[in-house]
T-cell receptor, first 110, second 113 residues
Framework: DAGVTQSPTHLIKTRGQQVTLRCSPK?????VSWYQQALGQGPQFIFQ???????QRGNFPDRFSGHQFPNYSSELNVNALLLGDSALYLC?????????FGSGTRLTVV | GDSVTQMEGPVTLSEEAFLTINCTYT??????LFWYVQYPGEGLQLLLK?????DKGSNKGFEATYRKETTSFHLEKGSVQVSDSAVYFC????????????FGKGTRLHILP
């Protein structure tokens, strides 16, 4: 049973560019949450998607947006990248109370 | 709002030493409590969890007890190994289905052979 799959695993972008990160949830999970983990910090909640709608949002600017598809997979989009957006981006899927995390996408903005 | 506070690291111990990483929380209602582990260059792995007061979560020799009276969930292991070197995160999640997970800042653990 595949767990949560994220792609790509690493990428490097230039300041001002846009990036899209992808997440395939664990089989049977219908909710996807995204977290940002800056170096040396704990993960911070970005937003959560359920039934193709954003259900909750953390304290992140509108440059961060997302989408959930009918098959429950999800994308995280970040526009106008800043150096401070460099981080590990984690996707977590859930059904009810149990969360499963992916291995993350490490984004470096130069 | 809900929050998690855990001891700052790094924590450096010799192999076979006893480990305690302190964690306290602030939350309304009755959250579930978790410890996650992150090995270098990897994502988060659930280490153990407890869903109600006085529950003890355990896994791979690690234990933590949900103490509502002291709002604590301290992580312990009787004899650490070099392979336990990692970053450990204490976390909580509210009782509602769509509640998000809130993490502490993490504690880096170094075990010396």
């Amino acid at each position: 049973d595949a767990g949560v799959t994220q792609s790509p695993t690493h990428l490097i972008k230039t300041r001002g560019q846009q990036v899209t990160l992808r997440c395939s949830p664990k089989s049977g999970h219908d909710t996807v949450s995204w977290y940002q983990q800056a170096l040396g910090q704990g993960p911070q909640f970005i937003f959560q998607y359920y039934e193709e709608e954003e259900r909750q949002r953390g304290n992140f600017p509108d440059r961060f947006s997302g989408h959930q598809f009918p098959n429950y997979s999800s994308e995280l989009n970040v526009n106008a990248l800043l150096l401070g957006d460099s981080a590990l981006y984690l996707c977590a899927s859930s059904l009810g109370r149990g969360y499963t995390f992916g291995s993350g996408t490490r984004l470096t903005v130069v | 709002g809900d929050s998690v506070t855990q001891m700052e690291g790094p924590v450096t111990l010799s192999e076979e030493a006893f480990l305690t990483i302190n964690c306290t929380y602030t939350a309304t209602g009755y959250p579930s409590l978790f410890w996650y582990v992150q090995y270098p260059g990897e994502g988060l792995q659930l280490l153990l969890k407890a869903t109600k007061a006085d529950d003890k979560g355990s896994n791979k020799g690690f234990e933590a007890t949900y103490r509502k009276e002291t709002t604590s969930f301290h992580l312990e292991k009787g004899s650490v190994q070099v392979s336990d070197s990692a970053v450990y995160f204490c976390a909580l999640k509210g009782a509602n289905r769509d509640d998000k997970i809130i993490f502490g800042k993490g504690t880096r653990l170094h075990i010396l052979p």
